[in-house]
C-alpha cells in the first residue's frame, strides 16, 4: 500500500475506540523494524521523524525515499503515514513540499495568537495536497529537538479555536512529558482530557510521551478521545539495552560478530517487539 494521510486512519480508529501507533524513526533500521511489527499486527501505523532524526538520517527527502521503498520491497500491505513530529514552520512546509503525507506544526511555545495564524497557514499549504495536520497547544513536558515545554495543561477554549482553523488531530498537554516519566509524576490528567474531548467536538487527540505511561491510563485516554499515541524513548531504550548485552557477552569478538548486521539485530528485534507490544496496548491489531 502507497503512504497515506492520517486523517481516515486516526477517524477510523476514533469511531472503534482505539489508537494508532505513532512511532519515532531514527535510521533505516528503525524504519524497517517498524513496518515489520505494524505488518505482523495488521496494524495501521504512522511513522515519524522528528526535525533532528530527519537532519540524521540524510534530509526529508531521504526519509521519505526510505519509507517508500521498504513499503514497496517489503509488501507492505497497511495503511502507513509519514508524519512530521514536533516541526516548526519552515520543517511542515518543507515536509509538506517533498512527500510527508502528514506534518505536526508545534506552535505551542509561541503566543497563542501566532500559533493560530501559523496553524492556519500550514492548514491550507497541507490540505491542498491531502496532507494531515497536528498541532498543538499547551506544550508537552521535556525536550524534543529544543523545544522545552514543562508540561503545561492546555486550555479547553484555545483547544476549540485551533480546531476550528481546521487540523486534523490535536496534541494537547494534559500532565504528559517526552523521555523518561521521574519517580514522582502525577501521572495524566483524565479530568482535563474530558474538558477538551468535549471542547473539540471529538476530534482525534494525541497523546505525546506515550513511552512509560502505565497500560490502565492508557485506555482510559483511549476512552475519552486519544486515537494517536507517539512511542520514541521506549523502542530507544530497548535498543540499547539489547545491543548492550550483545556486545557485553562478546558476542562482536565472535567470527564476525562485529559485521553492523549482526551487531545491530538484538536491537532491532528489540524494537519490534516494543511496536508490536504498543499496537496490542493501543488495541489497533487487525485493524488495517
Known amino acids: 500500500m502507497a503512504l497515506v494521510s492520517a486523517t481516515e486512519m486516526l477517524t477510523k480508529a476514533r469511531d472503534n475506540h482505539y489508537a494508532v501507533g505513532a512511532f519515532n524513526t531514527n535510521n533505516l533500521e528503525w524504519t524497517i523494524a517498524i513496518l515489520k511489527a505494524a505488518q505482523t499486527k ?4 504512522m511513522i515519524q521523524t522528528s526535525m533532528g532524526a530527519a537532519k540524521y538520517m540524510g ?3 531521504i526519509c521519505v525515499a526510505i519509507v517508500k521503498t521498504l513499503i514497496e520491497t517489503m509488501n507492505i500491505t497497511v495503511p502507513v503515514a509519514l508524519h512530521l513530529d514536533h516541526g516548526d514552520y519552515e ?5 509538506i513540499e517533498v512527500g510527508y503525507t502528514s506534518v505536526m506544526f508545534d506552535g505551542s511555545h509561541l503566543p497563542f495568537e501566532e500559533n493560530l495564524e501559523k496553524t492556519k497557514e500550514i492548514v491550507a499549504l497541507a490540505h491542498a495536497k491531502g496532507i494531515s495536520v497536528e498541532a498543538e ?5 521535556g525536550e524534543e529537538d529544543g523545544i522545552i515545554g514543562a508540561g503545561e495543561l ?3 477554549k484555545e483547544c476549540k479555536i485551533i480546531v476550528d482553523c481546521g487540523i486534523d488531530f490535536l496534541a494537547a498537554g494534559i500532565g504528559n512529558i517526552h523521555g523518561k516519566y521521574p519517580d514522582n509524576w502525577a501521572g495524566l490528567s483524565f479530568d482535563r482530557l474530558d474538558e477538551i474531548n468535549k471542547a473539540t467536538n471529538q476530534i482525534p487527540l494525541v497523546l505525546h510521551g506515550g513511552s512509560g505511561i502505565p497500560e490502565d491510563q492508557i485506555s482510559k485516554a483511549i476512552n ?3 486515537t494517536k499515541i507517539n512511542v520514541n524513548t521506549e523502542c530507544q531504550l530497548v535498543f540499547a539495552e ?7 557477552a562478546g558476542k562482536d569478538l565472535e567470527g564476525k560478530g562485529f ?4 551487531l545491530l539485530k538484538p536491537g532491532v528485534d528489540a524494537i519490534i517487539a516494543c511496536v508490536e507490544e504498543k499496537i496490542e496496548w493501543f488495541g489497533s491489531t487487525n485493524k488495517a
Open 42 to 45: 495488521n496494524a495501521p501505523v
Open 59 to 61: 534530509g526529508y527527502e
Open 91 to 95: 520543517a511542515a512546509k518543507k515536509c
Open 137 to 141: 497547544v499547551g506544550s508537552i513536558g
Open 154 to 156: 492546555a486550555d479547553p
Open 224 to 226: 475519552l478521545g486519544v
Open 242 to 248: 539489547a545491543t548492550r548485552k550483545y556486545i557485553e
Open 259 to 262: 559485521d553492523p548486521r549482526k
